[in-house]
C-alpha cells in the first residue's frame, strides 16, 4: 500500500522535532556542527538524548563525525545516535559501527493514512489523562526498572508538565480492571497529523489489550481534533506488529546507534 510522500516523511520528521520540555523534561536543544542534539539532565532509557538530523560535512564526514563523538562523550554522557532516511552520508551506520556503537533500538517508522471511526478495543481497559490523581502511577510506568534518581524525575517531570498553563501534548494513563498499566503520549502536529508516541505498558500486564486501547484512545481524539492521519515510530519487536493488523503502513526503518555500556557487552541493548 502506498502512501503520500509528505505522509511518508512524518515518522522522522516528528522524532527530529520533538521537544520533551513539552512533557515537562529539563531538555537543552543544541545545534552542533553537523546535528542537533537534545539533551537531558538525567539519563532516561539509559541514555542522555538523542543526536538527530545529522548531516555531516560531505568533504570530510569521518573528521567531522569524530569531533562530534568527542563532543558528546565528555561527562559520561551517552546518546542515542538517530539514522533516518534523511541522514547523510548515507552509509553513517556503518561508520557507526566502526567505531564500536551498536544498535539500541530499531523502530518502523510507520503512517495511518486515514483514521477509522473507531478501533475495537478490550472493554476492560479504560484510559484517562495525566491528573494529580495518577501521577505516581503515571511516573512508575515510565520509570519501570529504573534507579530511583531516575524514577524521581520522571515524577517531577510529570508534575512540571500538569502545572503548565499551555500543554503542548496530551498524556494519558491506561487501566487493566482499574489497575495503572500503560502510559502514552500524543502531540497534534501543526500539520494536522496526530504523532503517537512513548507507549510504554508494564511487562507483566502486556497481551491483555492495554497498548491498543491507548492507540484507539490517542486516534478518536485525534480524529475528533480534525486529524485524519497519523505517524508513530514503532518498536519493531513490539508495536509494530500490532500496529500493522490497525492499519499502519510501515514507510522505512529508523534506528537508534550507541556505544555498549558493561551490561550490553555481549551485543544487547
Not at 4 to 9: E, H, K
Not at 140 to 149: C, F, L, M, Q, W
Given at each position: 500500500?502506498?502512501v503520500?510522500?509528505?505522509?511518508?516523511?512524518e515518522?522522522?520528521?516528528?522524532?527530529?522535532?520533538?521537544?520533551?520540555?513539552w512533557?515537562?523534561?529539563?531538555?537543552?536543544?543544541?545545534?552542533?556542527d553537523g546535528a542537533?542534539?537534545?539533551?537531558?539532565?538525567v539519563?532516561?532509557?539509559g541514555?542522555?538524548?538523542?543526536?538527530?538530523?545529522?548531516?555531516?560535512?560531505?568533504?570530510?564526514?569521518?573528521?567531522n563525525l569524530?569531533?562530534?563523538i568527542?563532543?558528546l562523550?565528555t561527562?559520561d554522557?551517552?546518546?542515542?545516535?538517530?539514522?533516518?532516511?534523511?541522514?547523510?552520508?548515507?552509509?553513517?551506520a556503518?561508520?557507526l559501527?566502526?567505531?564500536?556503537?551498536?544498535?539500541?533500538?530499531a523502530?518502523d517508522?510507520?503512517?495511518l493514512?486515514?483514521?477509522?471511526?473507531?478501533?475495537p478495543?478490550?472493554?476492560?481497559?479504560?484510559?484517562?489523562?495525566?491528573s494529580?490523581?495518577?501521577?505516581?502511577?503515571?511516573a512508575?510506568?515510565?520509570?519501570?526498572?529504573?534507579?530511583?534518581?531516575v524514577?524521581?524525575?520522571?515524577?517531577?517531570?510529570?508534575r512540571?508538565?500538569?502545572?503548565m498553563?499551555?500543554?503542548?501534548?496530551q498524556i494519558?494513563?491506561?487501566?487493566?480492571?482499574?489497575?495503572?498499566?500503560?502510559a502514552?503520549?500524543m502531540?497534534v502536529?501543526?500539520?494536522g497529523?496526530?504523532?503517537?508516541?512513548n507507549?510504554y505498558?508494564?511487562?507483566?500486564l502486556r497481551?491483555?489489550g492495554?497498548y491498543t486501547?491507548l492507540v484507539?484512545?490517542?486516534?478518536?481524539?485525534?480524529?475528533?481534533?480534525?486529524?485524519?492521519?497519523?505517524?508513530?515510530?514503532?518498536?519493531?519487536?513490539?508495536s509494530?506488529?500490532?500496529?500493522?493488523?490497525?492499519?499502519?503502513?510501515?514507510v522505512?526503518?529508523?534506528?537508534?546507534?550507541a556505544?555498549?555500556t558493561?551490561?550490553?557487552?555481549?551485543?544487547?541493548?
Open positions: 500500500m502506498s503520500s510522500p509528505q505522509l511518508a516523511r515518522p522522522e520528521r516528528t522524532i527530529y522535532d520533538y521537544r520533551w520540555a512533557e515537562g523534561e529539563n531538555e537543552e536543544v543544541r545545534q552542533l542537533i542534539v537534545h539533551e537531558m539532565l539519563r532516561w532509557a541514555v542522555n538524548g538523542l543526536v538527530v538530523n545529522i548531516d555531516l560535512d560531505p568533504a570530510d564526514p569521518d573528521g569524530d569531533r562530534l568527542a563532543e562523550g561527562d554522557r551517552r546518546f542515542l545516535w538517530v539514522i533516518g532516511p534523511s541522514t547523510r552520508p548515507a552509509d553513517l556503518q561508520r559501527e566502526a567505531r564500536g556503537m551498536i544498535v539500541g533500538v523502530w517508522g510507520m503512517v493514512e486515514n483514521i477509522p471511526d473507531e478501533l478495543t478490550n472493554p476492560e481497559v479504560t484510559v484517562e489523562p495525566l494529580e490523581a495518577n501521577v505516581e502511577e503515571y512508575v510506568i515510565n520509570s519501570e526498572g529504573a534507579p530511583p534518581e524514577a524521581a524525575e520522571r515524577l517531577a517531570a510529570a512540571r508538565f500538569l502545572a498553563s499551555e500543554q503542548e501534548v494519558f494513563v491506561g487501566r487493566l480492571n482499574g489497575k495503572a498499566a500503560g502514552v503520549i502531540h502536529e501543526p500539520n497529523v496526530a504523532y503517537l508516541r507507549a505498558t508494564l511487562p507483566e497481551g491483555k492495554v486501547a484507539g484512545h490517542r486516534l478518536r481524539l485525534a480524529r475528533e481534533a480534525g486529524c485524519t492521519s497519523a505517524a508513530v515510530q514503532a518498536n519493531q519487536q513490539t509494530s506488529p500490532i500496529l500493522k493488523k490497525r492499519g499502519f503502513v510501515p522505512y526503518q529508523i534506528y537508534g546507534y556505544f555498549p558493561e551490561e550490553t557487552q555481549d551485543g544487547g541493548w
